[in-house]
């Protein structure tokens, strides 16, 4: 008596022992690999949003007028927006909220900056590292023109060459017997 081979389908394999615990198997590798898969997107995204929180909140600065703490006046503290150390600083709290919000509303870094300069005003933005970034490259681009200068000046005002003899045209001989008659003339003198 042979046995006559059985055709493979889907619903064989579902049927049999080995074959459903390698689909089990399977299915649960792939649902792992999908919720670490999701877990690394979303972590990735609260990155994002918190790299970009502290970068526009280290470009901001607190508008907070705590004038008896600081005595600095109305113009605010000039302390970057997540480093204000005043005590009852009301201002601080609200624009980080204000941030917050726009960050998780999706809005662009320009959007978020524009909306704050046209609520807190033009000094809402630091401008401080720009303009020392700027002054930095300025300052390193007149030093090194005041280098060339220099040193073109010395290689211009360089002592001229010494004379070789083919220089001035006369022939090598004729020099040779110059020198050599002048030498003669001053060892007897």
Known sequence: MTQQPVPITSGFLSTTPHASRAITRARKSWALLATFTVLMLSMAAGDTTDA????????????????PATGMGREGCKQVLLECTHAECDVSPRMTRELKVALQKGDSDDMILNSFVQTYGADVVEQSRTASNKMIWVMALAVLTSIIIVFSRKWRSRPAVAATPGSHGCDVDEFRDRVRREVESDDWQ
């Open 52 to 67: 970009r929180y502290k970068t526009l909140g280290h470009r901001m600065v607190c508008m907070c007028t705590s004038e």
